[in-house]
């Protein structure tokens, strides 16, 4: 009950996403590591912090709550298994013990929230509100029962969450980013250096010889990760999809027909009108207006000067019936002959009057040119509704122990014979397996399964299903020397090469820091001198690296250094390094303060949280855990 309050709170009150920053700033702490010991026995609440307790009811709740809502995102179902790898029970558990702490921390403050700011609350929510803006009951109710609670429960929850917010902004509220920090971030921001540089190219590094049948053995037991083949497995994949199963071909005319009766102005488009208003502050202003426009006094334009409203407020657009939000209006709109002025309309922002300066006719294709088209909507919405139904008979076939490849050939079915794949969706020559469905979900499945294991269909983005059986694995093995000479060879003259580089550059960097130029040690090595000016951190600059910049900027001025880049490697000589003026409070040192005070909140609230746990203690039942949550982790 309490978890379809928590995940609406992600709107309600507006502050109320605080909750969720909450939650993750207790997963950094590690809530089983807090003053937490582990229990059994038989009783009905799961954890308890302080004296305020967390039921099984609630963890229950959230925690399916919590795995609905990764179902969502992920579009497939998730196992007992999967949820609990992906932490779904520790989210759960982290959340929960924050609002605890929290709950806990407000009682003990005596910190209470009266009635009407819950029902202030409440009547200020959107989803409660009707189109004018006006709290509806009814829609109250509704929303309620959806989630499967009670006035009270809510109201109760609703106060809890008041307070907690209350008591968090009254932490994190009016912190200041001190001028330390801020002055450092602007220097490492805005600082900028210059540097010369020369490449030593792989060609520097002279002739390497080849290598010895020990030395290639030596680096290739070295790096044999580097060669090892992944896993290949084969199975065979029963697809049932929609598209595929959908038949065109076996709608009738009549239904046909009937399909664009119903839909007709999906079929072409609708009918246009440029549309001009003018708003007044009540029904009298607007009589009075209409009837100076009907004898002629006055123009709509010289009406909607009077009313101080521009040619910007004045036209609406060129809109279609269904464009238009206000149906009163849009009802007005559409009753008036081109250049026709409306009577004052009652809209729901206020008495206007209307004038259609142009209409643009609607216009419908012809059955004969969507026919096709129908067709093949009516024919894959029936499909989807077949889906289940098929579903349920190969489901039946599968508990039989029927193979997949006599439910294809009986049904007519597509089966894919996966030869070999690895976990990547390459074959054993390292190319794309292109006919996999799915495949961002199905490879997972395919190394999660065993041979001859009963597997649970997989739901497609299509909404069909895949059916799977793994017929062979071949597991990851390291290839072996003779197998892979070319590729050991070319690693291990890659590493003598970045060696001798490595050795070169520090022999420059030795001769540039005792006082030896640029141009000299380029001009002995054999190379460009070149030029880096308005160096960046973290920004590649010309030949130079992103890496090599930044070890550019940990250099001092006038010293040298050397850094690998890419298959070359830099030597350079720091020239200068520029920092503008600090200013406090100007635009740059605001944004500054603005970026640092939700992270220093963060950080304060985290603290806070952490200490709140400490002092009032955190005890969570394993077996009630497990109990609540279903199964082992």
Do not use: C
């Not at 795995?67 to 992920?74: A, E, H, N, P």
């Not at 009407?116 to 959107?126: F, G, T």
């Amino acid at each position: 009950m309490l978890q379809g309050i928590r995940n609406a709170s992600q709107h309600w009150l507006g502050k109320i996403v605080l909750t969720v920053i909450f939650t993750l700033l207790i997963a950094g702490v590690g809530i089983f590591g807090v003053e937490e010991f582990f229990r059994g026995g038989a009783n009905s609440n799961v954890a308890t912090v302080g004296s305020t307790p967390i039921t099984a009811e609630q963890v229950r709740q959230a925690y399916q709550n919590q795995i609905q809502r990764y179902q969502v995102q992920l579009k497939r179902a998730l196992t007992p298994d999967q949820a609990r790898m992906l932490g779904l029970d520790r989210q759960v558990m982290a959340q929960l013990i924050t609002e605890a702490a929290l709950d806990q921390k407000t009682h003990d403050l005596g910190l209470a929230v009266p009635d009407s700011a819950v029902i202030r609350a409440i009547h200020d929510e959107k989803s409660f509100q009707n189109a004018q803006g006006q709290f509806e009951p009814q829609l109250f109710y509704q929303t309620l029962q959806r989630a499967g609670l009670n006035e009270g429960m809510f109201v109760r929850e609703q106060r809890s969450v008041i307070a907690r917010l209350q008591l968090a902004e009254a932490i994190s509220a009016d912190l200041h980013v001190p001028v330390a920090l801020r002055e450092a971030v602007h220097r490492y921001a805005t600082e900028r250096r210059a540097a010369s540089y020369l490449m030593l190219t792989p060609s520097t590094a002279g002739q390497i010889p080849d290598p010895t049948d020990e030395e290639l053995k030596t680096w290739y037991e070295a790096n044999k990760s580097g060669f090892r083949a992944p896993e290949f497995r084969t199975a065979n994949l029963l697809v049932v999809d929609p598209d595929a199963m959908a038949k065109p071909d076996a709608i009738s005319e009549a239904d046909a027909r009937a399909a664009y009766a119903l839909n007709k102005d999906r079929f072409g488009s609708p009918e246009k009108r440029a549309i001009q208003q003018i708003v007044f502050p009540d029904r009298a202003a607007a009589e009075a207006a209409r009837k100076a426009i009907e004898d002629g006094s006055k123009t709509f334009e010289a009406v909607a000067t009077e009313r101080g409203t521009d040619d910007k407020d004045l036209t609406l657009g060129t809109l279609s019936k269904a464009e238009l939000f206000d149906t009163v209006v849009a009802d007005a709109a559409f009753a008036l002959p081109e250049g026709g002025v409306s009577q004052p309309v009652q809209g729901r922002f206020g008495t206007v009057l209307l004038r259609v300066t142009k209409i643009e006719p609607g216009t419908v294709k012809p059955f004969e040119a969507v026919e096709g088209e129908i067709r093949k909507g009516l024919a894959l919405a029936r499909a989807r509704d077949a889906m289940e139904t098929t579903r349920d008979a190969i489901e039946d076939q599968r508990a039989g122990a029927k193979p997949l490849t006599d439910i294809a050939a009986e049904r007519g079915l597509t089966l894919i014979a996966v030869k070999a794949v690895d976990p990547n969706g390459k074959d054993p020559e390292g190319k794309k397996v292109a006919d996999i469905p799915d495949a961002d979900t199905t490879l997972p499945a395919l190394f999660r399964a065993e041979i001859g294991g009963d597997n649970e269909p997989l739901r497609t983005k299509a909404g069909g299903y895949v059916w799977y059986d793994v017929t062979n694995i071949d597991p990851a093995h390291d290839k072996p020397l003779d197998q892979v000479k070319d590729g050991v060879k070319a690693g291990w003259t890659a590493t003598e090469i970045a060696k001798r580089l490595q050795t070169k550059g520090r022999e420059l960097v030795e001769k540039l820091n005792t006082g030896e130029s640029m141009e000299d040690v380029a001009k002995d090595v054999g190379v460009n001198l070149q030029e880096a000016q308005d160096l960046s951190r973290n920004q590649a600059k010309d030949m130079l690296t992103a890496d090599d910049v930044n070890l550019v900027f940990a250099t001092p001025v006038g010293k040298a250094g050397t850094a690998a880049a890419n298959d070359s490697r830099a030597v350079f000589k720091v020239t200068s390094a520029t920092v503008p003026a600090f200013v406090a409070e100007s635009p740059s040192d605001r944004t500054i303060g603005q970026n640092f005070q939700a992270a220093l909140a963060d950080d304060v609230l985290s603290e806070y949280i952490t200490e709140v746990q400490k002092n009032a203690g955190v005890k969570v039942d394993a077996t009630a855990l497990r109990r609540a949550i279903g199964g082992e982790y």
